[in-house]
């Protein structure tokens, strides 16, 4: 196992398989959210928010869920940098083969922009969760369990910030453009693909992206929209 | 049907003296140039006219000229081997070009492929990367029968693809990373198809990717840039054979 870790295949595995993590991290974090659409009293999204809060397990896998995070952003600026180093000299004829949008040719451009967003994210809601409070994250009784009312946080941001809602829009948007690219481009990294089944992996991949740009986006929408 | 004629076109090409030179573009003016030449016999149309006035002709790489044999090169228009697919420079030819059209002209920008002169590079480096692993070891005697080892005519035909592989540094030149990683797929692949090649598997596969590293070429992204500049269309699910070959080796170390 000697150098694998500065191999450059080696350094990629890191990528793929922190990105697995974060994605199947995104598909309960968009099902606990959705709550938020399919419940207008809030309680189904509020014991949601309660469960994730005091569930053992979650208490568990919440400080590898941020290992995740970091080893997924360093590495990806450690990676970029060695990547850029290899082309000393550019083309002034730039590169005409790729259209300048595809996801796959600014996977690092995306990252930066959605960890700009995360760290927005984590100080519109779970700082304030966590850590300083809100004057709306009263005390409220459900189901007989007392808890925080995390869906006055969330619903006010939302209905009363029309900039939030397009910024929030936004990252649904660029974290499904994102994985459109990284899903699939992580099977192929740790070898779990072939002729026929890159072809399946790139289909499921534009198919999760689509769903977390939607997804995501739609709570936002939701909010304004309705409210 | 005759060929059409461009009456006038521009080559902005990158002159470099030496290795160590400051290099800089130079734009010529070429005249009546049949769309019917090759883009080659257009650089040697244009190499006669700087000769014929005074001046050093245009250093560029050809040999075969018929597309086998890896020896061209050149970054045309933002296109590696010109904006045709599946060909190299030597088989492009100036009928996908216009009238008065600049035709920009660059060399590989592979940090690992530096600069001879002009808009020849040195691409020892794939051959560095071959003779780490890119072969299988056979001792000397009788010629062994050809069906005694039986072989899936699909692995054949899959090996058969990734030898297709002409070492041109069309997928390291055109990949945003300079990467050489198709390169190295095709290499791997063509001996991790057939039962020759697995004696020495783990071996190859670990030896030509720290060669690899080691010569500063840079990491794939899946871009699939590669695929697609590669005049012989080798697919990317090589490079998926390849990490694949790579972590098997490296995770029974």
New interface residues.
């Given amino acids: 196992?000697?150098?694998?870790l500065s191999?450059?295949?080696?350094?990629?595995?890191f990528m793929s398989l922190t990105g697995l993590f974060l994605i199947s991290f995104l598909f309960v974090h968009l099902t606990l959210n959705l709550f938020l659409i399919f419940d207008n009293s809030g309680n189904l999204f509020n014991q949601a928010a309660h469960f994730m809060a005091t569930n053992p397990i979650i208490k568990i896998v919440e400080p590898i869920l941020a290992l995740g995070f970091i080893i997924h952003i360093i590495w990806s600026g450690w990676?970029t940098l060695?990547?850029?180093?290899?082309?000393?000299?550019?083309?002034?004829?730039?590169?005409?083969?790729?259209k300048w949008w595809?996801p796959?040719?600014n996977?690092f451009i995306l990252g930066a922009m959605i960890l700009v967003f995360l760290v927005l994210h984590l100080f519109n809601f779970w700082v304030k969760i966590k850590f300083t409070g809100d004057p709306l994250l009263g005390q409220i009784t459900v189901a007989g369990a007392e808890m925080e009312n995390t869906y006055a946080l969330v619903s006010n941001l939302f209905i009363h910030y029309p900039l939030y809602d397009l910024i929030y829009v936004l990252g649904g948007i660029l974290v499904g453009l994102h994985i459109s690219?990284g899903f699939?481009?992580a099977?192929?990294?740790?070898?779990?693909?072939?002729?026929n089944w890159?072809k399946r992996l790139k289909y499921i991949a534009n198919l999760i992206g689509i769903v977390f740009a939607v997804g995501f986006s739609s709570i936002p929408l939701y909010f304004l929209i309705k409210f | 049907m005759a060929d059409k004629i461009l009456n006038k076109i521009y080559v902005k090409v990158w002159r470099q003296n030496s290795p160590k030179a400051k290099g800089r573009f130079e734009t010529y003016t070429v005249e009546n140039i049949s769309q019917g030449t090759s883009f080659l016999e257009m650089i040697d149309i244009l190499n006669d006219q700087l000769i014929l006035g005074g001046k050093d002709p245009i250093a560029f790489d050809h040999d075969c000229r018929e597309g086998i044999c890896g020896m061209c090169s050149l970054y045309i228009n933002g296109h590696a081997h010109g904006p045709d697919t599946m060909v190299t420079t030597c088989q492009l030819h100036m009928r996908r070009f216009n009238e008065g059209q600049t035709i920009t002209v660059e060399p590989w920008r592979v940090g690992a492929f530096p600069v001879i002169k002009d808009v020849m590079v040195d691409r020892t480096a794939f051959e560095k990367i071959q003779q780490a692993g890119g072969f299988v070891s056979v001792n000397t005697g009788g010629v062994p029968d050809g069906n005694t080892i039986p072989i899936f005519q699909d692995d054949a035909e899959e090996a058969m693809d990734a030898a297709a592989c002409i070492g041109c540094g069309a997928c390291a030149a055109t990949c945003k990373n300079s990467s050489a990683m198709l390169f190295v797929a095709a290499k791997v692949s063509q001996f991790a198809k057939l039962p020759q090649g697995q004696v020495e598997a783990k071996r190859r596969a670990k030896a030509m990717v720290a060669k690899m590293d080691e010569l500063g070429f840079g990491g794939c992204t899946n871009t699939g840039a590669c695929e697609l500049a590669c005049p012989k269309s080798i697919s990317i699910a090589h490079i998926a054979r390849l990490n694949r070959e790579y972590l098997v080796a490296k995770l029974s170390d």
């Fill in positions: 196992m000697s150098n694998f191999a450059s295949i080696g350094r990629k595995v990676i060695e990547n850029m180093k290899a082309r000393p000299q550019g083309y002034a004829s730039g590169d005409q083969l790729l595809a796959s040719k996977m690219h699939w481009s099977f192929q990294t740790i070898g779990l693909s072939n002729i890159m």
